[in-house]
Nanobody, 127 residues
């Protein structure tokens, strides 16, 4: 079992930045590909970014390319999502997830393939 806990969300003005963190416990994160998903109120969950177990491959949704950066520190069992140039439409609950198949890929919005999920951290972007 892997437990995932996100942090770093908050209220930020449009154009601002945040760094989200996903802390894992239970098993070494180095075995897993990791992903970030978000869900706005009243909308479907959306894939945001993913990273392979080694960090050598990353994948992004078109809506966040150039603004979001996913990274990981396997020694610390942490995964990060740096989000820049925030827009009001980035508002939502951001969840991290772990995939035992460590190569990673651009996951579908349904998160199929992910084995473990965190509960999320809320990001609110004001205009």
């Amino acid at each position: 079992q892997v437990q995932l806990v996100e942090s770093g969300g908050g209220l930020v003005q449009a154009g601002g930045s945040l760094r989200l963190s996903c802390a894992a416990s239970g098993r070494p994160l180095s075995n897993y590909a990791m992903g970030w998903f978000r869900q706005a109120r009243g909308k479907e969950r959306e894939f945001v970014a993913a990273i392979s177990w080694s960090g050598s491959s990353t994948y992004y949704a078109d809506s966040v390319k150039g603004r979001f950066t996913i990274s990981r520190d396997n020694a610390k069992n942490l995964v990060y999502l740096q989000i820049n140039s925030l827009k009001p439409e980035d508002t939502g609950v951001y969840c991290c997830a772990a995939d035992r198949a460590g190569s990673g890929r651009p996951y579908g919005n349904d998160g199929s393939g992910m084995n473990y999920w965190g509960k999320g951290t809320l990001v609110t972007v004001s205009s």
